[in-house]
């Protein structure tokens, strides 16, 4: 059951990830990129404060034991605002539907980081999958 519920969590959770690039696009139009990024990311911080306020009951932050989880979530912070910028930009040179075949390469970033970060084992299926992905991302661009 638990599987099922986590499908079906990352399946909407996916759903949505997908709506995005095309709100962004379109908003985009007629508002520069920091623009945006800056509205979107203010809607998600009230969104994310008025959560953890309500869902989990307070902000959990203890500064003493947690600086370098403060510390890691500033670095995610600016990965993502740099990424999140990037791929605004991107959408001025490419369709959608091409810009989003980049993320195909993501499952084989993904293991690659964690390997190094987590010390995940990396899955010899995974490679094989990546390079039939990898021969879609071309054809798509040829």
């Known amino acids: 059951m638990n599987k099922i519920l986590g499908i079906g969590i990352v399946s909407l959770s996916t759903i949505l990830y997908a709506l995005l690039s095309p709100l962004l696009k379109k908003a985009n139009v007629s ?18 404060l008025f959560m953890s306020i309500f869902f989990e009951h307070s902000l959990s932050l203890n ?8 510390i890691l979530l500033l ?13 605004i930009k991107g ?37 094989i999958s990546l390079a039939i992905m990898g021969i879609g991302l071309i054809f798509s661009f040829v």
Do not use: H, R
């Open 31 to 48: 508002i520069p990129p920091f623009t945006v990024m800056t509205i979107s990311m203010l809607s998600l911080f009230l969104l994310s």
């Open 63 to 70: 500064l003493q034991n947690g600086k370098n989880l403060i």
């Open 75 to 87: 670095i995610v912070g600016l990965i993502n605002g740099v990424a999140f910028w990037l791929g």
């Open 91 to 127: 959408y001025k040179y490419m369709p959608l539907d091409q810009q989003s075949l980049f993320a195909l390469l993501s499952p084989m970033l993904i293991s690659v980081f964690a390997y190094f970060i987590l010390g995940e084992k990396l899955n010899p299926k995974i490679f």
